[in-house]
């Protein structure tokens, strides 16, 4: 498993330098079967770590740039009159696919930001008045630019909820960027990159998360980052059950990297600003303040014993 | 946010809810108008709460002002006295709680609300008043701290919850306060309201005054005996003498001095001139009564008492006397022998006089009798025989008897033949008196109920009237009318002899007595019973027993000593509190895994390594072995072993990390 992992890290890292933490969150998300919106200023790499997750889980793979014109029936797929059999067929959008990578997903309009969503929680779509399931696996890694750049249309706090998490890549350290800078372009790299997993292996790997034990004392230690969130004035509304939910898989999946059978407060630790980071705003004077630093703010606060 | 000086809701909530327990407790001594009005005050204000009506304004409160305070005028006249006082800060406390808008005034209303609780004690100090006081003080803490918290998230309930550890922890302190403070007597004395009727045996009797005690179920007094409680048929509580004879009252003599000796004889005083008139024989009976508050200065006793408490007086007819009214509860000891006589060498002059005495114009046909049986009579004795013969063949005891005329002797001996015990004892001094024989009117209790834990509880019902004769060479005997008559009430008592006649306990609707054919209410009205004597005994009783506990546990009793007890204990409270308040970061780690934990970060913060709240065992071990590197392999080895038997499922064996870390301590 370590090794698998190891292998991943590395294989990804060659395209996206300095950035393992990154990538392993990722894996995480991938591995708790959650589907992964990656936030950053253009040019940060958020497309090349999607293009290259896909490519390495060797799952079939599609990609829609999401522009303001983007209609739902672009990517659900639509029905064409076939005049020689003179009936309609049905030709499946590009979420007809196990990965599905939505670029820019708040440069559109709701209406099709919606239509994406529903088939994210439901794993279904419906057209046409047919339910037709997704594949399986099914992912989805949407990347989004800081919502305060012009010609976006911010997902809602609802849709946010969707995603298993949320990371933000930054910019590469200097030793990095002298990497970066002076070998050849790593997205050049991409299209040499072969699967290092099939989708069987993938499901198999999905079990083993939920058999990652987590003790009563950890869930009682993340019950109590819950509840502080709801206590503390500093943030608007506490974290859901959901959201603690969430948390608690992705620890799961985070201590499996770690090739560990159960949980220890430092995975949850890992996992906790990622996963709540999106779900969390700060109310009052905190209004304005990065929720990853009140989400830190949360984790030093509260004691793991 | 609200503004600083607004009265928060839930604060407001809270005194609303304090003002109206407040002054429940004090619905007795109001005026009925107050209360209405204080009704009003709160339906307003709760209208106000909820947006419906408006604060009334300067005009409407000047109005209400001159309203209750002509009010009160016209209720009390002169405002000298406790009841027209605690009217007039209730009627105060009221209209302020109509009138306050800003938070400084509610922070006022809060102060009249504990003043006005606190007055409560001044008329009630019963366990069932006190645990009620309590009850409102917690509603006004809670009204404080609702105040000062602002409306915060957490409900309603917060303010008492917060309430309720507050008083908790004052509890302690009260406790240490009410034991070693020492009493200071009243630095100025309130006039206690005495014109309110209570039940209780007065110092008159007229035909029909004890007959209304039997409505009354009120407990007078209760005694515990050192040793078994005496039979039922000697128990005689000599409360009062009563030898004026008015023609139909008996009154106690008005003199104020006798011919052969002083009035009282105090505990505790050498001079005992005529204390040689008594002859007491045998060994003492030994008990000590706690008695209900009668504003009266009588004590109880059986016959003859001395008394063995400061303050107590044996008087010249040998009952006791208090150096001050009963206002609240108090106990004395007293010493008595069953066993004695009396006056054997004769009635000094003054003393037959008073014996003898009866008006003339009265009970013409009495007289007539009495001397007409004294003459056919051999002796006093078989006069006294013949009389006793009388009662037991003809008359009748009951609780409701006619009412009697002028010449109410006659009138009961000749016509009507019913009556209750004071109406016999009456009746006998008279006849006694009109043959030459010196008798007089004792009034007092007899008998009482035994408590399952050994005392004797006298109740109103319990009051009675009996009569002493005084025969040449015998000196005082004590010979009860009522015993030939109904010798059951003697032997038995009232209960089971009255219990069914109408008007018994008519006073007393709710009182558990009536019920006490019922098992288990009678059980609990005993447990009851018992609960509230020992508050008596031991609360209530305290300030006379605080002297002698201070001196044991002090050994001397000086101003210095009780300052530094107080001081002492006040503070050992206090740091008892603190110690809680702190405990509670240590006690959810009660697991002994975390407590190895524990040991292991004090451990290392001794070497300057300080764990951060947030930091986990793994990240604090590593950082930890990254400034130790020489420790590095323990801490890695005690960090494994720690998260898999807390979070791995591993069975917990904190023997295992308590090695490790004796490994580490070692390390240093």
């Not at chain 1, 991938?30 to 992964?36: P, S, V």
């Not at chain 2, 060479?473 to 109904?486: H, L």
């Not at chain 2, 059951?488 to 008007?503: M, P, T």
Request: net charge neutral; with cysteine; hydrophobic share 45%.
């Amino acid at each position: 498993m370590q090794k698998v992992v190891d292998r991943l890290v590395a294989d990804i890292g060659t395209v996206l330098i300095g950035k393992e933490e990154q990538i392993r969150l990722a894996l995480a998300c991938l591995f708790a079967r959650g589907h992964l919106l990656i936030e950053d200023l253009p040019g940060m790499g958020k497309t090349t770590l999607a293009q290259a997750l896909a490519r390495v889980l060797g799952l079939s793979y599609n990609r829609i740039q999401f522009t303001s014109d983007l209609l739902p029936a672009d990517i659900l797929g639509v029905s064409v009159y076939d005049r020689e059999r003179s009936l309609f067929e049905f030709h499946p959008g590009p979420v007809f696919n196990q990965l599905l990578l939505a670029d820019e997903i708040n440069r559109t309009t709701p209406k099709t930001q919606s239509a994406l969503l529903e088939a994210m929680a439901e794993g279904q779509v419906t057209v046409e008045g047919e339910t037709r399931p997704l594949p399986t696996p099914f992912f989805v890694i949407a990347t989004q630019n800081p919502v305060s750049q012009s010609g976006t249309y911010p997902l809602p706090e609802s849709q946010l909820d969707r995603f298993l998490m949320r990371i933000e890549l930054g910019y590469p350290d200097p030793a990095s960027e002298r990497l970066l800078l002076s070998g050849t372009d790593p997205r050049l790299r991409l299209v040499d990159m072969k699967p290092l997993l099939n989708p069987d292996q993938l499901l198999k790997i999905q079990q083993q998360v939920n058999l990652v034990k987590a003790s009563e004392s950890l869930v009682d230690y993340l019950q109590r980052l819950a509840q502080y969130t709801r206590d503390e004035a500093v943030f608007q509304s506490g974290l859901s059950p959901r959201g603690t939910l969430a948390t608690l898989q992705c620890a799961r999946a985070w201590a499996l990297i770690q090739a560990r059978q159960y949980v220890i407060p430092e995975d949850v630790q890992a996992v906790f600003p990622t996963v709540a980071g999106h779900r969390l705003r700060g109310a009052g004077e905190f209004s304005g303040h990065d929720s990853g630093l009140l989400v830190q703010r949360v984790l030093n606060a509260v004691d793991i014993l | 946010m609200i503004p600083v000086w607004q009265i928060s809701r839930q604060g407001l909530f809270w005194l609303l809810l304090a003002f109206v327990a407040v002054i429940m407790m004090h619905a007795d001594h109001l005026p009925r108008w107050v209360l209405a009005a204080s009704v009003v005050a709160v339906v307003w204000r709760i209208q106000c709460y909820r947006g419906a009506w408006s604060v009334p304004g300067r005009w409407l409160k000047m109005t209400l002002l001159a309203v209750c305070v002509g009010g009160l005028l016209l209720e009390y006249g002169q405002p000298i006295g406790l009841e027209p006082m605690l009217a007039l800060l209730v009627t105060a406390y009221m209209l302020k709680l109509l009138e306050m808008s800003h938070r400084r005034d509610a922070y006022l209303v809060v102060l009249l609300a504990f003043f006005v609780a606190a007055l409560t004690a001044l008329f009630d100090q019963s366990m069932v008043s006190a645990g009620y006081l309590l009850g409102c003080l917690l509603l006004v803490l809670a009204a404080l701290v609702g105040l000062h918290h602002g409306d915060q998230p957490g409900g309603t309930l917060r303010p008492l919850k917060v309430a309720i550890s507050l008083l908790c922890q004052a509890l302690p302190l009260m406790v240490v306060l009410f034991l070693l403070m020492p009493r200071i007597g009243a630095l100025w004395s309130v006039p206690i309201p005495t014109h309110k009727a209570k039940t209780g045996v007065t110092d008159s009797m007229s035909p029909g005054d004890f007959s209304q005690l039997g409505r009354s179920a009120e407990l007078a007094f209760r005694v515990s005996f050192d040793g078994p409680i005496p039979p039922q048929r000697v128990l005689y509580w000599r409360g009062l003498v009563l030898s004026d004879f008015g023609g139909r009252t008996w009154k106690r003599t008005r003199r104020t001095s006798m011919d052969d000796g002083a009035l009282l004889q105090w505990y505790g005083q050498s001079d005992k001139s005529w204390d040689q008139l008594i002859d007491r024989r045998g060994q003492p009976l030994n008990y000590s009564v706690v008695i209900e508050p009668t504003q009266q200065l009588w004590l109880y006793a059986l016959d003859t008492p001395l008394p063995r408490s400061r303050g107590v007086a044996l008087t010249r007819d040998y009952r006791l006397l208090a150096n001050q009214p009963l206002s609240s509860k108090r106990q004395y000891q007293v010493q008595s022998w069953l066993d004695h006589s009396i006056e054997v060498g004769g009635l000094s002059r003054d003393r037959r006089a008073i014996e003898l005495q009866w008006p003339e114009g009265y009970n013409p046909r009495t007289l007539d009798l009495a001397r007409e049986w004294r003459d056919k009579a051999s002796s006093d004795r078989a006069f006294i025989q013949r009389v006793l013969g009388l009662f037991n063949s003809e008359f009748i005891y009951t609780l409701q008897p006619p009412l009697l005329g002028q010449h109410s002797v006659d009138e009961f001996l000749f016509e009507s033949k019913q009556g209750f015990c004071e109406h016999f004892a009456g009746s006998f001094v008279f006849l006694m008196r009109a043959a030459g024989i010196p008798a007089r009117v004792l009034a007092g209790y007899q008998g009482g109920e035994r408590h399952p834990d050994g005392y004797l509880l006298v109740r109103q019902y319990d009051a009675h009237a009996w009569t002493e004769v005084w025969l040449e060479n015998e000196g005082w005997v004590s010979i009860d009318p009522t015993a030939s008559v109904a010798p059951e009430r003697i032997e038995g008592d009232v209960q089971s002899l009255l219990g069914s006649e109408e008007g018994f306990l008519a006073d007393s609707p709710a009182s558990l007595v009536r019920f006490r054919h019922i098992g288990w209410i009678n059980r609990l009205r005993l447990e009851m019973e018992a609960l509230n004597y020992h508050w008596a005994l031991w609360v209530l009783g305290y300030d006379q027993m605080q002297s002698s506990v201070l001196t044991r546990l002090l050994g001397k009793i000086s101003v210095w000593r009780i300052a530094i007890a107080l001081l002492g204990t006040g503070g050992a409270v206090l740091l008892l509190i603190a110690l809680w308040q702190w405990i509670p970061s240590r006690r959810s780690t009660t697991n002994p895994i975390d407590r190895q934990f524990i040991l292991l970060c004090e451990h290392l913060e001794k070497q300057g390594i300080e764990r951060k709240p947030g930091e986990g065992v793994r990240a604090f071990t590593q950082r930890a072995a990254s400034l130790r590197p020489e420790m590095a392999e323990l801490l890695r080895s005690f960090c494994e072993q720690f998260e898999s038997m807390r979070y791995g499922g591993e069975t917990p064996q904190d023997i295992l990390l308590e090695e490790k870390l004796r490994a580490l301590r070692r390390a240093k």
